[in-house]
T-cell receptor, first 109, second 114 residues
């Protein structure tokens, strides 16, 4: 079966760095997505990785290792507004998205 | 600046009622999707559509149907609502059906079935 694993909840301090991991087992691979979802709001696109390595976009970076079935989202200089759920999703060989349950990130002052 | 609009944010319905959830996008996207989001689970795809009058079943289509009469509008229909359909329903759209298929989501419709 297809599976995406990510931690249920993480806590970090304002101004710090946090890494949210995502491991996957899917039928084929056509890219990995990270979305951010604030409570009661729509998920919004953060990043897309299809090749191994690190993609940096401002305070957020996303890393992919296809051989290990592993990705992480790195958030630097955390701000209170980064409190949200972070959703990992993998596009399989049929171009269908398989979603993780999301990681709720709590930022403390 | 709203791009995907879901007509109802909150609905309360009774078991057996027919429920319509409307979704409209203004980005001229070909693809539209309906997901449900439940605590502790990943998003689950109910139905999707790659073109007008076209629909495909997702992972959990039972108890649901959809309609896409116009490119910008994708409706989800619960013919006879049941309590296990209490959930958050998310509509999404995207431009292409391969490659980096970035989804734009609506804010969601939270349905409670009593």
């Amino acid at each position: 079966g297809q599976n995406i694993d990510q931690p249920t909840e993480m806590t970090a301090t304002e101004g710090a760095i946090v890494q949210i991991n995502c491991t996957y087992q899917t039928s084929g691979f056509n890219g990995l997505f990270w979305y951010q979802q604030h409570a009661g709001e729509a998920p919004t696109f953060l990043s897309y990785n299809v090749l191994d390595g690190l993609e940096e976009k401002g305070r957020f970076s996303s890393f992919l290792s296809r051989s290990k079935g592993y990705s992480y989202l790195l958030l630097k200089e955390l701000q209170m507004k980064d409190s949200a759920s972070y959703l990992c999703a993998v596009m399989d060989s049929n171009y269908q998205l398989i979603w993780g349950a999301g990681t709720k990130l709590i930022i403390k002052p | 600046d709203v791009k995907v609009t879901q007509s109802s944010r909150y609905l309360v319905k009774r078991t057996g009622e027919k429920v319509f959830l409307e979704c409209v996008q203004d980005m001229d996207h070909e693809n539209m999707f309906w997901y449900r989001q439940d605590p502790g689970l990943g998003l689950r795809l109910i139905y999707f559509s790659y073109d007008v009058k076209m629909k495909e079943k997702g992972d959990i289509p039972e108890g649901y149907s959809v309609s896409r009469e116009k490119k910008e509008r994708f409706s989800l229909i619960l013919e006879s609502a049941s309590t296990n359909q209490t959930s958050m329903y998310l509509c999404a759209s995207s431009y292409s059906n391969s490659g980096a298929n970035v989804l734009t989501f609506g804010a969601g419709s939270r349905l409670t079935v009593l």
